[in-house]
Every structure is written in C-alpha cells, then in structure tokens.
C-alpha cells in the first residue's frame, strides 16, 4: 500500500491547528519544515492483523481511521516518529496523545475546508501543487497572479455598478439604488479578504 500524499492544505491545516508548533518537541517551525506524523503508524495499514491487535490494545474501534485527523500531527522531519517503525505500546501516555491529536481533529479539519473556501475552491491550491512540484513558479509570480485577478475581479464589479447605477438613476428608483449599492460594497469587500487570504497563504506556504 502506497504512503498517503498530503495535500498542501492539510498540512497547513495541522500546522495552524497545532499553533505553528511540533506537536513532539514543542518548538516552533516554519511551514516549509511540517512532515506529518501518523500516531499509529500508517505500515499496518500493510498489516491488517498487526493493526486489529493495536487498535484493540489502544482501545480504539476498528472504524478508526490511520489517515485522519484523529491519527496525524505535525512534526519537524528529525522528530518524525515513522522513520522508524517501531509501534510504541499501548501507555496510558500513548493513549493520552492519541486523545490530544483528536481533540484538535475537528479544529483541524474545519481550518482545512475555510483553507480550501479561502483560495477559491482548491483552483490555488490545485495550481500550487503542481506548480511547486515542478518548481516552476515563483513567489513574485504568485503575488502577480492574485493581485491581477484581484483587480480583474473587482473591475467587472465596478463596471457593473455603474451601470446599475445609470439604470436607476433613469427610473428614479432610490430604494433600488442603494440595495444595490450595499450588495457591490459586499462583493468588494469579500473580494478584498479573500485576497488577503490568498497572499496571506503564499507567503506562509513559500516563506521568504
Ligand atoms: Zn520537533
């Protein structure tokens, strides 16, 4: 069975759930350094009855899932734990950061899907990883794209609004006018944060 490929989201996702921290050493670190760890490691997937006996010896269901939130964390590489593959037993410290780890699932999961709404339904991230595996795009090319998309987005709002505009000027229609006016000013701002959000990801995501 093939090792899991994490999406940049979901490691970003972990990275801000675990407040920029390794989850092993505490220290923090930067995106580009986030591996993730497996706290049940992911090789028994390889090993259907191996993993039976642990879920069982860590008194989890057979439901539990090896790649979910509920089993990852992020972690520097040097502090990895599946490098090796040596299953820690069943400690009640064992058990305790397995409860951690699924206490800030849900958190975790939440922060991935605002990740994905944020970069416009995953066509960012989509371009990002591809982009980035082929090292092709740089920084200042990121910044140019969002910025000029921004900017494209927010003239054809414009544009529109004044023709709104000459509209109901023509007819008179005051109520018209200013719900309309409130709707473009809603548009524009959302476009707004969703920029900032956007370059705020690049920059996290590519660093200095
Ligand atoms: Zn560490």
Not at 62 to 70: E, L
Not at 143 to 160: F, M, P, Q
Request: aromatic content about 10%; hydrophobic content about 35%.
């Amino acid at each position: 069975m093939g090792k899991y490929k994490f999406r940049p989201e979901q490691r970003y996702a972990l990275w801000l759930t675990y407040g920029k921290k390794c989850f092993w050493c505490s220290e923090p670190f930067s995106f580009r350094e986030v591996t993730v760890d497996h706290i049940i490691p992911e090789y028994l997937l390889d090993d259907p009855d191996k993993l039976k006996i642990v879920l069982h010896d860590y008194r989890l269901d057979t439901s539990f899932s090896i790649n979910d939130y509920c089993n990852w964390a992020p972690a520097h590489n040097h502090c990895n734990r599946e490098k090796g593959t040596t299953i820690y037993s069943a400690s009640p410290a064992m058990i305790t950061t397995l409860e951690r780890v699924r206490q800030k699932a849900t958190a975790a999961k939440l922060e991935e899907e605002k990740i994905i709404r944020a970069v416009h339904n995953d066509k960012l991230l989509g371009k990002y990883e591809i982009a980035s595996k082929r090292g092709k795009i740089s920084k200042a090319e990121w910044v140019a794209k969002i910025e000029s998309d921004h900017d494209k987005r927010i003239l054809v709002l414009e544009n529109e609004w004044h023709q709104k505009k000459e509209e109901f000027l023509r007819q008179n229609d005051a109520i018209a006018y200013l719900k309309t006016k409130r709707k473009f000013e809603g548009a524009m701002a959302v476009a707004q944060i969703e920029r900032d959000l956007a370059l705020k990801y690049i920059e996290d995501v590519l660093g200095e």
